[in-house]
């Protein structure tokens, strides 16, 4: 339901900040939670965004994205995306457009912010009529009120507004989408000549001398990596459940406490139809009662019939809902009668529903309960470790204090791989933050305790470094060997390209110019366009470069497998009169306009900022968050 409410919103503000005004700070009852708060995490002009705002704005955020990427999506995820900035930024141009709005005077019609609400779907019944009953229910539920609800509605207008109005006018001309898709849509054709390294003869084989300064040169090659031996101790919380005694009294507290997660609530189905008045809707129920399908009944009098599928007794309109969860399965029922009309309808599935009993559901309660004391006596636990460490604990015997277990990673590298290649404690949770932990923390030190996902700490010591080292030549004298025989069919390939290169350019043809250059391929390009898909054959470096020359430029570039010369062949212009091009044309001028609107956007935003002042507040934030962000 919120999703549809935020979607519904669709103003300039939704739109370019990517985060809907309106409902996702309200859906968290934000107006109501945080008065009294004075501690801000931010202050714009004269107003403080508390702590819970930026949380519930960013748990928001984090839910969104969630849903986007699926229930793998992690805090550190959400972390390295910056999610929690986003966010922050999203509350500031909040307020820094509700400053705006109060300073110009700026106020939304009574009337107007009650048509805005009537337009959104979740307040609307399965027939599309707007549902007052409906709309209020579903605000409870979310812990709103009506009043709030519509304040929001009326300020994001506002915002919309003067958004609007800044950005009013702002829209691509016919000439310049012309001279766009003149410029995009251009066409131009090469002949090339593709020269493999692998064509090229082998070079003599180098002295001792040539080998070990290629060997020097190209040191970052042949240099071993960074291996590390790391200790790490790890408090898991699943390692914490046998522990946990859950009694009678925990049971009924967890279950009382989410008895909705054991009521399944009965479902129906049921097609109905709606007729203009009594008489008429009783001689179609007598019908249907007869053994005529209401579908049938209601097409023979021009009426349309409705199907419900697996509808909540809470999902239908009030007059209806009783009678029609009252009414067996395969029988029919009504007339009822409600603003829209007369209702007839028939019952036609019935998914009962029930509520498991604490007997019933005892085990999976009790691992719940042993779930959630596990996870309280983890951060107790992970206090009191990071208390023994920086009370100079050695991390061996702090762990065996709080009942961790210690894992040693063994000469690994900062992939977490040893000197085979084998990766290892890849079973470990947050296995690369442990070992990026592991590679930031000095010699012989042990670093600070840190969640390894949502259910476990951990903490590094490293044990031993061995430094990067430049391996041997004697133990890479093949592979060295092999590199320096490839960098030199490299050379001589760029040197024939720049041979057959000099041709083109005198006139040649490109087959010519390629006679007698070992496994030389020369061949004529379809034209390209510069919105195109790349072309295989030629590399982009190449093709940048002719398509702002003239004809007969002629340019090489490297590609993995080879060096290649072309030469532009032919320039097509594109014509913007051609009826085809008039879809290119209007997606051309639609998001050039809207390229200018957000720069407009932007820059107004950047003004309110400097003249409203905005304060960051990254101590507290580092401190709510536990991060090291500076």
Do not use: C
């Not at 603003?339 to 509520?355: C, D, L, R, S």
């Not at 390229?595 to 401190?623: C, F, K, P, W």
Request: aromatic share 6%.
């Amino acid at each position: 339901m919120l999703q549809i409410i935020r979607s519904t919103a669709g103003s300039w503000v939704v739109k370019i900040l990517f985060v809907a005004l309106i409902i996702s700070f309200a859906v968290w009852g934000i107006g109501d939670v945080t008065k009294g708060v004075q501690t801000g995490v931010a202050k714009v002009g004269d107003r403080s965004i508390t702590p819970l705002e930026l949380d519930q704005a960013y748990r928001t955020e984090f839910n969104r994205m969630r849903q986007m990427i699926g229930p793998e999506f992690s805090e550190e995820q959400a972390n390295q995306f910056g999610l929690r900035d986003r966010a922050l930024e999203q509350l500031v141009q909040k307020e820094l457009l509700a400053l705006a709005a109060e300073d110009l005077g700026l106020r939304v019609a009574d009337e107007t912010v009650r048509q805005e609400v009537l337009k959104v779907p979740a307040f609307k019944d399965s027939f599309g009529n707007f549902d007052a009953n409906l709309m209020r229910a579903l605000l409870q539920q979310n812990g709103l009120t009506e009043a709030g609800f519509v304040e929001d509605v009326r300020n994001d207008m506002a915002r919309s507004d003067m958004i609007g109005a800044v950005t009013a006018g702002a829209n691509a001309s016919k000439t310049l989408a012309e001279a766009l898709y003149r410029y995009r849509f251009e066409g131009r054709t090469f002949e090339i000549v593709t020269i493999p390294y692998n064509a090229m003869p082998a070079a003599p084989s180098p002295d001792q001398a040539t080998l070990e300064a290629f060997h020097k040169e190209k040191a970052i090659r042949y240099t071993a990596p960074e291996y590390r031996t790391l200790n790490v101790a790890l408090i898991e919380a699943a390692n914490l459940t046998k522990d946990i005694e859950v009694t009678e009294e925990l049971l009924k507290e967890y279950y009382d406490a989410h008895a909705g997660d054991y009521i399944t609530p009965e479902k129906r189905s049921i097609t109905q139809a709606v007729f203009p008045n009594k008489e008429a809707a009783e001689k179609a129920l007598a019908d249907v009662t007869a053994g005529q399908a209401v579908e049938a009944v209601a097409r023979a009098v021009g009426v349309e019939a409705v199907t419900l599928e697996d509808v909540l007794k809470d999902g239908l309109p009030t007059e209806l809902a009783e009678p029609a969860f009252a009414t067996p399965e395969g029988a029919s029922g009504g007339p009822v009668e409600s603003a829209f009309g007369f209702h007839i309808f028939t019952v036609t599935k019935v998914q009962p529903g029930g509520e498991r009993k604490l007997e019933e559901v005892k085990e999976e309660v009790a691992t719940k309960v042993r779930q959630d004391k596990a996870i309280e006596k983890l951060f107790e636990l992970s206090t009191k470790l990071e208390d023994e460490l920086a009370g100079g604990t050695p991390l061996a015997e702090a762990a065996q204090t709080v009942g961790a277990r210690i894992v040693k990673l063994d000469s690994i590298d900062n992939r977490g791989a040893d000197k085979t290649g084998t990766v290892q404690g890849t079973g470990l949770p947050a296995f690369d933050k442990i070992v990026a932990s592991g590679f930031t923390v000095a010699d012989g030190q042990t670093g600070s305790v840190e969640e390894a996902g949502s259910d476990a700490f951990f903490a590094v010591q490293v044990e031993s470094v061995i430094p990067a080292t430049l391996k041997p030549l004697d133990d890479v004298k093949s592979i060295v060997l092999g590199d320096w025989q490839a960098e030199q069919k490299q050379i001589a390939a760029r040197k024939k390209a720049e041979e057959v290169a000099e041709k083109m350019k005198a006139g040649a043809a490109a087959k010519d110019a390629a006679l007698g250059v070992p496994g030389a391929l020369a061949q004529n390009i379809d034209p390209l366009m510069r919105v195109g898909a790349p072309s295989a054959l030629i590399p982009p470096a190449a093709v940048q470069t002719l398509f702002s020359g003239a004809i007969g430029n002629v340019t090489t570039a490297d590609k993995p497998t080879g060096v290649v010369v072309a030469k532009l062949t032919g320039i097509i212009p594109a014509d913007p009169a051609n009826p085809l091009a008039a879809g290119q044309l209007a997606q051309l001028a639609d998001a050039t306009g809207q390229a200018m609107q957000d720069e407009l956007i932007l820059q107004y935003l950047a003004a309110l900022r400097a003249h409203s002042g905005v304060t960051i507040n990254q101590n507290l934030i580092n401190q709510l968050y536990r991060t090291t962000q500076e």
